[in-house]
């Protein structure tokens, strides 16, 4: 076996060759040299929109076409990428993946809990990755730029980062992913760390334990820390304020303002 090999079957969790594993995996290592552009879905211009059955992110995400096409749908219509392009989904940007056909691939990257997680995915394939959250972090937070140069330079390093350093696969029950798909899809509405924990289907108590071994915090810290991230980006990009609060998850800006002014507090103990 090639020590391409045996680097790669750590990694994507495959037996001693893999032919489809191998060749996304050549993709990727390839990405960052053949990357032609970089496109931005901002917040302000994907909101929450009950006829699109997507999801939404606290953190930036990244995807990238290695082949094929992908499509990345929001309420304003479709973006579409061809093979050596990505779009930087930012936080708060409603938006849904169509399923990848003929011999599509794809790379995507966020950050979950305190890892950052890649998936890399076929049409028939998925694998699920986790490497470290630094430097994954700066360099998704790079790749939020307003210049186009910044923006494809970010997503490169991003790419190259994970192909050079060791991964591994990515271990979530059915119970955590069926959370964690909750919170991407409801962060944004008033809900509770309660119905994070029902979202699991288990007792209270094991789901509470769960969810923190998966993601690090207990689930209401896990609330507070997205609305507040979430409030940050769309402040940023300009949104208006009585809007920030309902885009994310509060009641109205009093509310905002006093949790954000509690977090601060306790921050600088």
């Not at 003929?102 to 995915?121: E, H």
């Not at 190259?160 to 979530?172: I, K, V």
């Amino acid at each position: 076996m090639s020590d391409r090999n045996q680097k790669l079957r750590p990694r994507l969790g495959v037996p001693l060759f893999d032919p489809e594993a191998f060749a996304c995996w050549r993709l990727v290592e390839r990405f960052p040299s053949q990357l032609r552009a970089v496109r931005l879905v901002e917040a302000k211009a994907a909101a929450p929109d009950e006829r699109l059955d997507g999801h939404l992110h606290v953190v930036p995400t990244v995807v990238c076409c290695l082949a094929g096409a992908s499509r990345v749908e929001t309420a304003r219509g479709v973006l579409d990428l061809g093979a050596g392009e990505a779009v930087v989904v930012a936080p708060g940007a409603w938006h849904r993946h169509a399923p990848l056909r003929g011999r599509s691939a794809i790379y995507a990257q966020g950050l979950i809990g305190r890892r950052s997680d890649v998936l890399l995915a076929t049409a028939g394939r998925r694998w699920w990755l986790t490497v470290p959250e630094d430097p994954s972090r700066a360099l998704l937070a790079r790749a939020l730029s307003d210049e186009a140069g910044g923006r494809r330079a970010a997503v490169a390093e991003l790419v190259a980062e994970f192909a050079r350093e060791p991964a591994s696969a990515l271990a979530m029950t059915p119970e955590q992913a069926a959370m964690a798909r909750f919170l991407w899809s409801n962060v944004h509405r008033p809900v509770t760390a309660a119905d994070v924990l029902r979202a699991s289907g288990l007792g209270r108590a094991q789901a509470h334990a769960t969810f923190v071994a998966c993601f690090g915090e207990a689930p209401k810290q896990a609330l507070t820390r997205s609305r507040l991230a979430l409030a940050d980006r769309l402040e940023a990009e300009g949104v208006q304020v009585h809007e920030v609060a309902a885009r994310s998850g509060f009641v109205d800006r009093a509310r905002l303002q006093r949790v954000r002014q509690r977090s601060r507090r306790r921050a600088g103990r």
